[in-house]
């Protein structure tokens, strides 16, 4: 797999999360039935809605 496209994946990843985390602040019944629908797991969703937008940021950075 190219360096170009493991950054790209992680970079669409990043916007995959924040979205759903904020569904999830929202409605978390929604957020919950969204990333249930893709596969993600729902806990790290949970986590990632109670944290400020820099948090976020960098707890998905890696």
């Known amino acids: 797999m190219s ?3 493991q ?3 992680k970079r669409h990843l990043f916007y995959v999360l924040t979205q759903i985390a904020l569904f ?5 019944d929604y957020g919950s039935r969204v990333a249930g ?3 993600l797991d729902v806990k ?3 986590i990632l809605a109670s944290m400020t ?3 976020c940021v960098k707890a998905t950075e890696k």
């Open 53 to 55: 937008k820099a948090e």
């Open 3 to 5: 360096a170009a496209f």
């Open 37 to 39: 629908g893709l596969e």
């Open 24 to 28: 999830f602040k929202a409605d978390p």
């Open 44 to 46: 790290e969703v949970k």
């Open 7 to 9: 950054c790209n994946l």
